[in-house]
């Protein structure tokens, strides 16, 4: 089709959004297939979005993590994108600027992702399996219980105070884990507790 356009027509068709279709009607279909080619696709096409917790504060906004890379194809996920939960009551999908910058803390190359121990002497940490880890962790704790408990005060009135460990627990979990936490912790005597938000 042969037509005049006027600059007019051709910039009141683009502001209108349909310059795409519009060029194509007007003869521009290389124009049309040449701009469809230049739109990339949705960055989180292909996928897989994962609900979890911010772990910084005591908020504990709700999170959706995408990933790539099938597990059940050997491939090994990578986290390439982080947002508010749309649907978590307690945000509704705001983040906080830390929250916001969350891939970075993911993917910082400091980021502690296994125990680490430094043994008596040493001057640096070595990796351990977590079963090694929370096999010296409930030694120590009952060896230091079974030595410093105290039953009864001077006054013979029962205490069952534990107070030579502490223990430091996260705010970024569920009620659940909060309350076996504190459960386990009172009940055995434990006075020093506390969490990274003090709540
Ligand atoms: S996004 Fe901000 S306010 Fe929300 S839990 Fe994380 S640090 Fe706290």
Redesign the pocket.
């Known amino acids: 089709m042969n037509m005049e356009l006027s600059r007019r027509q051709f910039l009141a068709a683009a502001g209108a959004g349909v310059a795409g279709s519009a060029l194509g009607a007007f003869g521009f279909g290389a124009v049309e297939s040449a701009h469809a080619k230049a739109i990339r696709d949705f960055k989180l096409v292909n996928t897989t979005e994962t609900r979890n ?9 709700g ?1 959706i993590m995408y990933s790539k890379g099938d597990l059940k194809k050997g491939e090994s996920a990578e986290i390439v994108h982080i947002e ?1 939960d749309t649907d978590h009551p ?2 509704r999908g ?7 910058a ?1 891939l970075n803390f993911v993917k910082a190359e400091t980021r502690l992702k296994y125990p680490m121990i430094r043994k008596p002497g040493s001057d640096k940490f070595e990796k351990v399996s977590w079963d090694d880890a929370l096999d010296r962790i409930a030694r120590l704790l009952k060896d230091d219980r079974d030595k410093n408990f105290i039953q009864r005060n001077n006054d013979g009135v029962t205490v069952n105070r534990w107070t030579t460990t502490g223990f430091l627990a996260a705010s ?1 979990t569920t009620n659940e884990t909060a309350w076996a936490t504190y459960k386990v912790v009172r009940s055995a005597g434990m006075l020093v507790f506390d969490n990274q938000a003090r709540v």
């Not at 705001?94 to 916001?100: D, S």
């Open positions: 917790t911010c772990p910084y504060c005591s908020v504990a906004c999170i508010g307690t945000n705001t983040l906080c600027p830390k929250g916001a969350l970024a």
